[in-house]
């Protein structure tokens, strides 16, 4: 990669526009793919987005903005896909421009659920992109603190040393630190599972459970993350990195965020079609709840996940929350 690196961004909600605020701070233009030609022309008019951190103000000259995903991917070197696991599929269909050559990052937070894959499998399997030129985007950092500017990190996983750390400085600023990883795997896994523990906690808050449970909750989360992904994926990583351990933190007890809202409205009797109508943004932790549980089902010896379990018998199952949470408080440690 070379200070002519161009990159873009595939998304419109809240945390693409916060990437596209944090690739704003080091480069001179931006392409930015979304689907909705309403956000694209408010973005041209107004400077913001109108329905994610509206608090965000662009310089619209350094934006190029389409509604039409081929001139952005071709345009583009780096690939920024940010795009809510349930449906970058249909947005990837529209493809027709060979993006082969092209660096992709992901900053999906979740698993192709039409295939069981992760995001990084997926476009090597399906778009022939070389393991070395796939990337993902890691926590810990909330898309709003993004907006206020307050400091967060970034963990930026690549085979490719080089590109990571390239990604990793297109990306900081003076309230973003950055570091890079080669754990691509291990981390795309743990940004998936995060957002379903914070499920978890949000559940355990909608019930009634206080911050005793909580810490015992988070702290036997952490633990059955490295088992999952020690299963999966097989190599030396310390789980007590930010990358894990701290984005589980942050998402689990946040009140940005959007998964730990939707565990809490479960938690206090909503069904999960009421939650997710209810809330403005999407669940991620919803669909991965399921693509976890299936993908423990697959393996001949399978893990204990009694969390991830005990949120699939609640989300998918119908149980009710409270008598779950009861045979999970036995389960713990």
């Not at 050559?101 to 995001?119: D, F, H, R």
């Not at 599972?193 to 005793?212: E, S």
Request: glycine share 6%.
């Amino acid at each position: 990669m070379s200070d002519t690196t161009k990159y873009a961004v595939f998304g419109a909600g809240s945390w693409a526009t916060a990437i596209v605020k944090m690739l704003c701070e080091n480069q001179n233009e931006i392409g930015w793919y979304m689907r909705s030609v309403y956000a694209k022309e408010h973005i041209l008019k107004e400077k913001h987005n109108p329905s994610y951190l509206s608090s965000v103000e662009f310089h619209t000259e350094q934006l190029k903005l389409s509604n039409d995903i081929n001139e952005i991917a071709d345009w583009a070197d780096v690939l920024i896909f940010v795009i809510p696991s349930a449906f970058i599929h249909a947005e990837l269909e529209k493809l027709t421009t060979d993006i082969s050559k092209k660096t992709i990052v992901s900053a999906v937070k979740g698993i192709m659920p039409e295939t069981g894959k992760l995001v990084g499998e997926q476009f090597h399997d399906e778009y022939n992109i070389p393991f070395e030129n796939i990337a993902v985007i890691a926590g810990p950092c909330h898309a709003e603190e993004v907006a206020l500017e307050r400091l967060s990190y970034l963990t930026i996983a690549c085979d490719d040393a080089k590109k990571a750390q390239a990604i990793a400085d297109s990306l900081s600023s003076d309230y973003i630190k950055t570091k890079t990883s080669d754990d691509v795997i291990g981390i795309e896994y743990a940004v998936m599972l995060k957002n379903i523990y914070a499920i978890a906690a949000g559940i355990a808050h909608g019930l009634g459970y206080g911050d005793n449970f909580q810490s015992v909750l988070m702290s036997n989360s952490i633990r059955e993350m490295k088992r999952f992904i020690k299963k999966m994926h097989k190599m030396k990583r310390n789980i007590n990195n930010s990358a894990y351990l701290g984005d589980l933190l942050v998402t689990g007890y946040s009140v940005f965020s959007r998964n730990r809202m939707f565990g809490n409205m479960i938690g206090k009797g909503y069904t999960v079609k009421s939650a997710q109508m209810e809330m403005n943004m999407v669940a991620e932790g919803y669909y991965a709840t399921k693509s976890a549980f299936e993908l423990n089902k697959k393996n001949k010896k399978k893990t204990q996940l009694p969390i991830i379990n005990a949120v699939y018998d609640i989300l998918y199952e119908g149980k009710d929350a409270k008598k779950v949470f009861q045979k999970l408080t036995d389960k713990l440690d």
